[in-house]
């Protein structure tokens, strides 16, 4: 017998997060059931605002359609699906045929703020490499550069991973990187996406001897039909973030891909909630055992959901508080 439910979640986020400088208050998706044989597996579908194509609408309607599929012994079918969908299905469907670890790697990269006194407690308690992961751009690219520069000066065995989010030209990436000594560029493992163009990033790569990291270009990239990742040039790592790739098969492949190039591959949170990035800890033990995670960000939220993180003193939510949009049974 297989039966399948649909739940609508919403949870308030913490004052400060800004996506595409638009602020994020609440965090809003769904919780996908599929029950066969006794066995259970869940998923989270949420569409990044601002970066998902698909509102949380349309995500819901083609959850329901494809969960309606499976439910009568139809396989899923994801190469057409939303991202978001085929990412929370596919994960249920993962957990359902035990075909994901219990065990996740839950070593994630820190976020940090800017101040080194708040990471030394964090760092003391890592596994391995101390890296770290700092949002720039936000803010004037001098006013970066320091203080990158006063975080790797202040933690001599630190090493960062930056984030611009396409936020500069190609002259405000040459200022920023002005205020890094050439003795210290060695211990950016690299910077996510620098510059606006993605041309302007490979310049800026080779002419400052930092390595970069491929994100929203991928993204936009792994639309277009045949694509490689060998497609991708000049690239140090993959950002590898299924809810606005698509599915764990699909994303599966890429990372198989890049590892068949020497590219560097980080499994990456869209700000899910505890249950997805819990879920992605698991999945990231099994396709890159030996990389930091980035998911580092349940402490964005307010609450958890149903899964609590490891050591998160925030309350949880059960999925029995949850709003229960739909559901269906096949008796076979």
């Known amino acids: 017998m297989r ?11 913490d004052s400060g997060v800004v996506l595409r400088n638009n602020k994020l208050t609440h965090r809003v998706g769904y919780v996908v059931e599929l029950s066969e044989q006794g066995r259970v597996g869940y998923g989270e ?22 969960m309606g599929d499976w439910v009568e012994y139809r396989c899923f079918n994801y190469e057409h699906a939303f991202a978001s969908v085929a990412c929370g299905l596919s994960m249920a469907e993962m957990e359902l045929t035990q075909q994901l670890p219990q065990r996740g790697n839950y070593n994630t990269a820190p976020l940090c703020k800017g101040d080194p006194d708040a990471l030394w407690p964090i760092l ?7 890296i770290a992961k700092v949002k720039v751009g936000r803010h004037e690219p001098i006013r970066d550069g320091m203080m990158v520069s006063l975080l790797l000066e202040s933690i001599p065995n630190l090493k960062l991973r930056l984030d611009a989010n396409r936020a500069w030209s190609r002259e405000q ?20 996406e620098p510059c606006h163009k993605p041309s302007d990033s490979l310049s800026f790569s080779l002419d ?11 993204q936009d990239a792994a ?6 990742v060998a497609d991708l040039t000049g690239g140090r790592a993959l950002i590898i973030k299924p809810m606005v790739l698509g599915s764990l098969g699909y994303c599966q492949n890429l990372i198989e891909q890049a590892n068949a190039m020497n590219m560097q591959v980080v499994v990456s949170s869209s700000i899910e909630s505890s249950l997805g990035l819990t879920q992605l800890a698991r999945w990231a033990a099994l396709v890159a055992p030996t990389a930091t995670p980035g998911l580092d960000t349940v ?11 490891p050591e998160c003193s925030l309350p949880v939510k059960g999925i029995e508080e949850l709003e229960l949009l739909w559901e269906q049974i096949a008796l076979k």
């Open 299 to 309: 402490d964005l939220f307010q609450e958890q959901l149903i899964t609590p993180w």
């Open 223 to 228: 639309q277009q039909p045949n694509f490689r």
């Open 124 to 130: 003391g308690n890592m596994v391995g490499e101390k």
């Open 45 to 66: 579908i949420a569409p990044l605002p601002g970066f998902s194509p698909e509102s949380v609408e349309e995500a819901g309607a083609l959850a329901k359609e494809m």
């Open 208 to 218: 400052s001897g930092v390595f970069i990291a491929w994100d929203e270009t991928l």
């Open 3 to 13: 039966s399948v439910k649909l739940y609508r979640y919403t949870l308030p986020m």
């Open 173 to 192: 990436a040459d200022k920023f990187i002005s205020y890094l000594p050439q003795s210290m560029r060695h211990r950016i493992v690299f910077i996510e």
